[in-house]
Nanobody, 121 residues
């Protein structure tokens, strides 16, 4: 069974930086698109950034120029470098990946457990 494990959240002051990582593990699988979502209290989960298997990124307007998504296909890992953080970036961040696995016999969407990012004033 495929799992996504995240790391890198925490507490940072306004203007600071954090780097999130998410690694897919298991057996007999191939990772397609990967991305990061976030959910703030009382708000819907939103896409923050995504990246195709070929490395093409996509960002929500509110993070353009501040966040950078990248991936290491050999490690089945996606990263989110977050710079110039603002209090409105405070949320639980979830890793997301579209994965083909032999156990499922096709593609499925997988989610990480979530990691808290808190930006203080």
């Amino acid at each position: 069974q495929v799992q996504l494990v995240e790391s890198g959240g925490g507490l940072v002051q306004t203007g600071g930086s954090l780097r999130l990582s998410c690694t897919a593990s298991g057996s007999d699988f191939t990772v397609n698109d990967m991305g990061w979502y976030r959910q703030a209290p009382g708000k819907q989960r939103e896409l923050v950034a995504s990246i195709t298997s070929g490395g093409r990124p996509n960002y929500v307007d509110s993070v353009k120029g501040r966040f950078n998504i990248s991936r290491d296909n050999a490690k089945n890992t996606v990263y989110l470098q977050m710079n110039s953080l603002k209090p409105e970036d405070t949320a639980v961040y979830y890793c997301n990946a579209y994965i083909w696995s032999r156990s499922v016999g096709g593609f499925s969407t997988y989610w990480g457990q979530g990691t808290q990012v808190t930006v203080s004033l």
